[in-house]
């Protein structure tokens, strides 16, 4: 059983930093491309960030120099670094888990976690 769980979010000050962490389980881990999805109130579900099983990163140009996106495969996480936070960047935060090419297995979310920035 594949889970994905998040934490970190909360309420914060524009300019302000948050961090983020996914725990994975029920995958093997170092195989799969992880991703952060945000979903901002009343628009579209959109790609944050990711980092692929062989460590190649991609950022959204609108976090680009603000998120850092890392992973520890030794203990299953990916972690989502933000700074110079925006009222824009408020949004529930998905994590998600695609299978590389040596695995078989589905795509994976988590359950969300909200991210305020308001003064």
């Known amino acids: 059983q594949v889970q994905l769980v998040e934490s970190g979010g909360g309420l914060v000050q524009p300019g302000g930093p948050l961090g983020l962490s996914c725990a994975a389980s029920?995958?093997?881990?170092?195989?799969?491309?992880m991703g952060w999805y945000r979903q901002p109130p009343g628009k579209q579900r959109e790609l944050v960030a990711s980092?692929?099983?062989?460590?190649?990163?991609y950022y959204a140009d609108p976090v680009k120099g603000r998120f850092t996106i890392s992973r520890d495969n030794a203990k299953n996480t990916v972690y989502l670094r933000m700074s110079g936070l925006k009222p824009e960047d408020t949004a529930v935060y998905y994590c998600?888990?695609?299978?590389?090419?040596?695995?078989?297995?589905?795509?994976?979310w988590g359950q969300g976690t909200q991210v305020t920035v308001s003064s």
């Open positions: 998600n888990a695609r299978p590389g090419p040596r695995v078989v297995g589905a795509v994976s």
């Open positions: 980092i692929n099983y062989g460590g190649s990163i």
């Open positions: 029920g995958i093997a881990f170092s195989f799969y491309s």
